[in-house]
């Protein structure tokens, strides 16, 4: 059986929808699960109408209110008849939002963001799978929260591998018998029934759950882009398509901020042998790229960026030695803020990171550290990471640039730059 995951680019509008279907359509050789994301730009959405919500500030209701009127736009085109049930469904899912809006914020944020943020996936794997049945493709729709357990960690759920699998390899070889099945990526369910995610951008990786515990043939992620490429199109106007990837490769690129795959997507394949393959939904015919066992290095240098980085440097405030005692402590507080290290780098008595500038969490860690420790800052930086580099590549992307801080191994080279003024 095959395993196929669209994200909210690939069902953004009718269209998308309408396409997925003629994808499926000519896949149905063998037992196929579907993995779906929210529509468009709905977790987006549905993060601004927790934060007004949480905050109580600006109107959460009219942000709810411009994600129905989207999702009813979808709903027309696909389903001209107002009397159709998906109507009815989708008002269901809605409905438990508006709940949660209807009392003042009691819990913490986390919570209440997998369980306002996880009803974007459920209202479109409720589209797409009636809209599947309605053009003669059978399908059942399943919620993921009924397969994938998880910890209690809100926003970022540890799952519980031997439980999930478990349920997973019960429920669902049953249900493909003489049907395709539709779920939704990025969220599970805590043992007391919580809706939990995964972390941002994890419906690769409820892809990578399904098809691990299925021994699944392939994982296939259709995307708008043609495969894997060996830069962001954003940044360079010339591209090249890795064909193919070894799993090394493809972790190694994920780990430094390639966006095309989430990370936490490679090991689970790896540990069960299943090919992924990413490929577009534009350009159905097109190769894509093939990540797998390889022996392959990879063939081109792959430039990785991540802009709105912060240079954090911390040093004792008695100027002593950074030592493991300050690394775990240091560690250990960008856990709590929910912060993820891009680069780091220490010396005798300094500790320096750069990470994304995500906002209130940054500035809430800054007085934390500050508290133990002498903390500088620079914003508005630029974090160029180089697969496989040589100096042309080096000197390709320095180009009106000054370097704040280099690292280099035999395959990689991290360049943390600023502009330089015109």
């Given amino acids: 059986m095959q395993v196929f995951k669209f994200g909210g ?13 003629r994808i499926v359509s000519t896949h149905q050789q063998g037992k196929l699960l579907i993995v779906i994301s929210a529509m468009g730009k709905t977790t987006n959405l549905l993060e601004q109408l927790t934060l007004s919500y949480f905050k109580q500030e600006g109107d959460a209701f009219e942000l709810l209110e411009q994600s129905k009127q989207y999702h009813d736009t979808i709903m027309r085109s696909l389903f001209p008849d107002n009397s159709h049930p998906v109507y009815h469904e989708v008002a269901n899912r809605f409905v438990e939002i508006e709940w949660i809006l209807e009392e003042n914020p009691a819990d913490p944020y986390d919570y209440l963001y997998d369980q306002i943020v996880a009803v974007g996936e459920l209202v479109s794997t409720t589209i797409v799978c009636h809209y599947l049945n309605d ?3 059978k399908s059942k729709w399943v919620d993921a929260r009924d397969y994938i357990l998880t910890d209690n960690t809100h926003r970022e759920g540890k ?5 999930t699998a478990e349920r997973i390899q019960l429920g669902i070889p ?3 018998e003489n049907q395709l099945v539709v779920t939704q990526g990025f969220i599970g369910s805590t043992s007391e029934n919580f809706t939990t995610t995964l972390g941002r951008e994890g419906s690769d990786y409820s892809a990578a759950i399904f098809a691990a515990s299925l021994d699944a043939e392939s994982v296939t992620i259709w995307k708008d882009v043609p495969g894997v490429l ?6 360079f106007d010339q591209t090249e398509l890795i064909p193919e990837l070894s799993y090394l490769d493809a972790i190694e690129l994920t780990y430094y901020g390639a966006t095309v795959i989430h990370p936490k997507t490679i090991k689970p394949l790896q540990n069960k042998n299943i090919a992924l393959y990413v490929k577009s939904f ?3 015919d097109g190769k894509g790229t093939q990540i797998w066992k390889s022996n392959e290095s990879l063939p081109v240098p792959s430039f990785i960026f991540k802009i709105n980085q912060i240079l954090i440097s911390i040093l004792p405030k008695d100027f002593s030695f950074i030592v493991e005692d300050n690394l775990s402590d240091i560690f250990s507080r960008l856990h709590q803020h929910h912060i993820k290290v891009n680069m780091m780098h220490n010396s005798a008595v300094n500790f320096s990171i750069s990470i ?10 800054l007085d934390d550290l500050g508290a133990r420790y002498d903390v500088q800052f620079q914003k508005g930086l630029e974090l160029i990471t180089i697969r496989h580099y040589n100096q042309q590549t080096i000197d390709r992307v320095l180009v009106k640039k000054a370097i704040i801080l280099e690292l280099k191994d035999s395959y990689t080279c991290q360049l943390l730059v600023r502009k330089l003024s015109a």
């Fill in 9 to 21: 680019a690939s069902v953004k509008d009718a269209e998308g929808v309408i396409n997925l279907s």
């Fill in 159 to 163: 799952v519980d591998w031997k439980t």
């Fill in 230 to 235: 060996n830069a962001d199109p954003k940044w």
């Fill in 356 to 365: 994304d500038d995500t906002g209130e969490n940054v500035a809430a860690l």
């Fill in 174 to 176: 049953a249900l493909l």
């Fill in 135 to 137: 053009v003669g493709l």
């Fill in 282 to 284: 534009v350009d159905t």
